[in-house]
Structure formats: structure tokens, C-alpha cells
């Protein structure tokens, strides 16, 4: 065999999911999205995986908080889901619940050891998108739970910096309140 010869060898092909078991696993990813708290609670102690995640790398806690679903949240992680778990662009549970203004989401993922930074791989925090989206409760939540008003994303940028940046007035009143 020579070197030409392996060059065009294909790649092995991927095996191919069982169509019936993809569509089961969106029907959960869907119990996620609506919230069914009762219903993820059965699919889960039937065997499924309490961190199963889709094409996206979206976890069920990720896609119960995205959508604002405590109950559903806080079943998954009773049931030992990861409430760090990133998706495939690295973000956490926290801080898609603080991008859509979640903040009973948030108290769960809290009170279930969410790390408060969760930031994502450029360094913003769930603070800092608070912040930017003029979220003053969620800003107020995050900082009673430890978040670092100071902390910076991988380009300078603070939680006040943010704030400014997109005219949250009221969070950025907030922060300079509080010293930051």
C-alpha cells in the first residue's frame, strides 16, 4: 500500500442511530423544553440518562432553564443531572437562565450547586449577561450567591462595562451602588 493508496481510504463511516430511538430521545428533549417535571421524572427512572444531551450538546437541565422551567430543573437535578454541564459553545444552565430573566431557574440551579460564575469560554459570566440585559433582581440574586462584580471577560469587560455598553441603566446603577 502505498501513500496515495491510504490518502483515499474514506473515513469509516458513523453508525447510524436507530430512527425510532432518535425520535424517543426528542420526545424527551420536548418534556424538557415544556417543562414536564412528573413526565422527565419517569423517562429517567425508566433509564434515561439525567444528563442526556442533543445535536447542540444541550443538556436537559440546559433546555428545562432556557425555558424557564424550575419545577422541571429541579427534578432533573435531584435525579442527579449535572447543572454545570455545558453546552457544545460552552455554556451553562445559569447563564441561559439569566440571558432569558429566569430567576426562580436560577435559585434552583443555585440551591442544586450551579457554579454562580458560570462563565462561558470567552469569560462572560451569568452575572455579566444580567447585566447587559438590565436584569436588576437576577443581578441581586447572582451577587448574594457569590458572584464577582469585578470579574472580567476575556476582552476587559465587567459586569458594569457591559451594562453601560448596552444601556442598562438600571443594572448599572446597581453595580455602581455597589462599589463596582
Not at 454541564?85 to 444552565?93: A, S
Not at 433582581?137 to 476575556?154: M, Q, S
Amino acid at each position: 500500500m502505498t501513500l496515495t493508496d491510504h490518502a483515499e481510504t474514506p473515513p469509516p463511516a458513523k453508525p447510524e442511530m436507530d430512527p425510532e430511538l432518535l425520535e424517543l430521545a426528542q420526545q424527551v428533549f420536548d418534556l424538557a423544553r415544556r417543562g414536564d417535571a412528573a413526565m422527565l421524572a419517569a423517562v429517567i427512572e425508566k433509564g434515561v440518562p439525567p444528563n442526556l444531551r442533543n445535536d447542540k450538546g444541550d443538556s436537559l437541565v440546559m433546555l428545562a432553564s432556557y425555558h424557564g422551567h424550575a419545577d422541571a430543573v429541579r427534578t432533573l437535578l435531584e435525579r442527579g443531572a449535572d447543572p454545570d454541564l455545558r453546552n457544545d459553545n460552552g455554556q451553562t444552565p445559569i447563564a441561559g437562565a439569566a440571558f432569558k430573566g429566569f430567576d426562580a431557574v436560577i435559585e434552583t440551579l443555585l440551591a442544586h450547586g450551579a457554579n454562580v460564575e458560570g462563565a462561558s469560554p470567552d469569560g462572560r459570566t451569568a452575572l455579566m449577561i444580567a447585566a447587559m440585559f438590565n436584569r436588576t433582581a437576577i443581578v441581586d440574586l447572582l451577587i448574594e450567591h457569590g458572584a464577582d462584580p469585578a470579574a472580567r471577560d476575556a476582552n476587559g469587560v465587567t459586569a458594569l462595562d457591559a451594562a453601560g455598553r448596552m444601556g442598562a441603566n438600571d443594572t448599572a446603577a446597581r453595580l455602581k451602588g455597589l462599589g463596582h
